[in-house]
């Protein structure tokens, strides 16, 4: 399983867009690349996941590089409930092997 | 769609005591998994079922934590006896196989 790095915390104000990088230069050619967020007491939920090309859902966008060594997350307008913790991980669906992510503060 | 549901959501015990966790998992999904999320950190998977069989179970601690999954579907997760390094959320999860999984609000245990 890839090992992936995030920054530890990140803020944002509300409906502005959020970028949320990830780093994963150890990931093998047939790992997907997974988010997912846990907010405040609720357990992880998942949020999007690719593997090459860029992927977009209801809830946001995942831009992944060119030579797949890192990925950012897209939140397109944020709110006060996309307070969460936002978990980058690399690998199987099966094996997923959460870091400590990036915590997102968004203020009013 | 009814979710991942676990009981009970709050547990205290003493050390040396044992305690037992539920999880009803999604309607059809076959893979089932148990989570310990300490606090601060990223969820550690304990063990992994498919079906009723056991598919990863090496970060478990198998002297103390036992789980099993009934005619493949309702698990419990057990320690006994528990250490105050016990203390976390236990979070159960499961998919219908090679999908994203689906957690449930997990279970806050608390040895003292």
């Known amino acids: 399983d890839a090992k992936t790095t995030q920054p530890n915390s990140m803020e944002s104000n509300e409906e502005e867009p959020v970028h949320l990088p990830c780093n994963h230069s150890t990931i093998s050619g047939t790992d997907y690349i997974h988010w997912y967020r846990q907010l405040p007491s609720q357990g992880p939920e998942y949020v999007i996941h690719?593997?090459?090309s860029n992927v977009n859902n209801r809830m946001a966008s995942l831009a992944i590089a060119e030579d797949r060594k890192s990925s950012t997350l897209i939140l397109h307008r944020a709110t006060l409930r996309d307070a969460a913790v936002y978990y980058c991980l690399g690998g199987g669906f099966q094996k997923l092997v959460f870091g400590t992510g990036t915590r997102l503060l968004v203020s009013p | 769609e009814a979710g991942v549901a676990q009981s009970p959501r709050y547990k205290i015990i003493e050390k040396r005591q044992s305690v037992a966790f539920w999880c009803n998992p999604i309607s059809g999904h076959a893979t089932l998994y148990w989570y310990q999320q300490i606090l601060g950190q990223g969820p550690k998977l304990l063990i992994q079922f498919q079906n009723n069989g056991v598919v990863d179970d090496s970060q478990l601690p198998k002297d103390r934590f036992s789980a099993e999954r009934l005619k493949g579907v309702d698990s419990t997760l057990k320690i006994q006896p528990a250490k105050l390094e016990d203390s976390a959320v236990y979070l159960c999860?499961?998919?219908?196989?090679?999908?994203?999984?689906?957690f449930g609000p997990g279970t806050r245990l608390t040895v003292t």
């Open positions: 999860a499961s998919s219908p196989t090679l999908y994203e999984q689906y």
């Open positions: 690719g593997l090459t």
